[in-house]
């Protein structure tokens, strides 16, 4: 058979749990800002290599049969 729980200990044990779930929502919005903040890292991070392949890719490419050409021109 359950114990009949009195109205003030359900409320104090409710004021528990609301702490609890309060902390908890703290903690969540803790992370989330963390996580924005890496993210945030990273998107710069992929921008700045994006930007770099593309330029190791135009100094790396054979030159071109009219850049050779203009290049022999003086």
Do not use: C, H, N
Request: glycine share 4%; hydrophobic share 35%; proline share 4%.
């Amino acid at each position: 058979m359950s114990r009949r729980v009195s109205a003030p200990e359900e409320l104090q044990r409710l004021r528990q749990r609301v702490r609890e779930v309060e902390a908890s929502l703290r903690d969540a919005e803790t992370e989330e800002a963390r996580i924005l903040a890496e993210l945030a890292k990273v998107d710069e991070q992929a921008g700045y290599y994006d930007s770099l392949a593309g330029e190791m890719k135009r100094d790396l490419q054979p030159p071109s049969l009219s850049g050779m050409i203009r290049s022999l021109r003086w």
